[in-house]
C-alpha cells in the first residue's frame, strides 16, 4: 500500500568557495549533518568555460573511505586515477569512485571542451562506506548516458534515469557496495510521478533546475527552497514540476556508524584519518601526475 514520506527538512542551496570557484552545497548545512548514507552534497556549474576561464580544474588530490560519484548533467570531463583509468565523462554520464583503502584522481573538462567553450555542471556526492568497507580495493565505474537504464511516468512528461539501486522492474548498472537508490529526473512542466522508497532508507529531492511540488505539499524552485529530506515513515516520495525541472533523487539503507573526516579522508576514528594522511604521503594511495 502506497504511503507518503513525510518530510523532515526543507532548505536552500547556498554558494560556498572551494578554492577558486563557488559551487552550491545543500549538503551538509545548517541543521543536517548528512542523510546517512550520503555525506556531501556539491551541485558545481552551470561555469561557461572557455580558454578564457577554466576553474573547474582539480588536480590530483586522494581519497579514502568513502564513494567519491559525479553526475555530469552539462559538458565534458576527463577523468583520471592512480589505477590507470583515463575517461571522457559526457553530459548524462556518471562516473563512480570507489575510494576504499586510497585512490588518487583527478577532474577537469577535457582540453577539446575548453577549446570549444560551453556550459559546465555537474553534480559530485560522497557516499559512506561501512567500516568494514573501508579498506577496500579501490574501484572505478563509468556510465555514458546511454547506458543508464530509464522508465517513464504514465504521461510520458518525466523521465527517471536508474543509476544505482532499483525501481518497478528497472535496475541500475553500477554495483554499490550498500543499498542505494541513485536516480536523476528530467521533467516536463506538469509531469507527475511516484517514487517506491524503501520505509527504512534516509532519502532526500534536490532541484537543479525548474520548480517542483513535492507529496502535494512543499515547493521547490531554483533559488530559493532547492532540497527536501524525509522521515523513516512511509514507503513514496512524488513530485509534480510546475516547469521543465531537472532532479536528483537519493535514497540509502543508514549505516549508522560514527564518522570521522577530514578533508578528503572518511573513516571512522582519529587515528585511521591519522593513518590515511601517513599513507598517502608514503605513496601507498599510488600516483597521478
Known sequence: MKKLKSIQHKVTSP???????????????????????FLLLHHYGPYAI???????????????????????????????DSL????????????????????????APTKAFVKKGGDLEGIQLWLNLPAKDKMLTPNYQHLEENQIPKLFSKDKEVQLNIIAGTQQNESGLIKTQTEVNVFTANAAAAGRLDINIPENHQSLIYLLDGEVLVNDLEVLKKGENQ????????????????????????????????VTQYGPYV???????????????????????
Do not use: C
Not at 23 to 36: K, S
Not at 280 to 285: A, C
Open 50 to 80: 572557455s580558454e578564457f576561464n577554466n576553474p573547474f580544474d582539480l588536480g590530483p588530490h586522494p581519497h579514502r573511505g568513502f564513494e567519491p560519484i559525479t553526475l555530469l548533467f552539462k559538458g565534458e570531463q576527463l577523468h583520471r
Open 84 to 107: 590507470g583509468n583515463e575517461m571522457i565523462v559526457k553530459a548524462g554520464g556518471v562516473q563512480w569512485t570507489t575510494a576504499g583503502r586510497g585512490i588518487i584522481h583527478a577532474e
Open 15 to 37: 554558494l560556498v568557495n572551494m578554492g577558486a570557484i563557488k559551487l552550491r552545497q545543500p549538503l551538509p548545512t545548517e541543521g543536517i549533518e548528512n542523510v546517512d548514507p
Open 227 to 258: 532540497m527536501v529530506t524525509f522521515n523513516q515513515d512511509g514507503n513514496t516520495i512524488q513530485f509534480e514540476a510546475k516547469e521543465a525541472s531537472t532532479l536528483l533523487i537519493l535514497s540509502g539503507e543508514p549505516i549508522k556508524e560514527k
Open 267 to 289: 573513516m571512522n576514528t582519529q587515528t585511521e584519518i591519522l593513518e590515511a594522511m601517513r599513507d598517502y604521503n608514503q605513496g601507498k594511495m599510488g600516483h597521478l601526475y
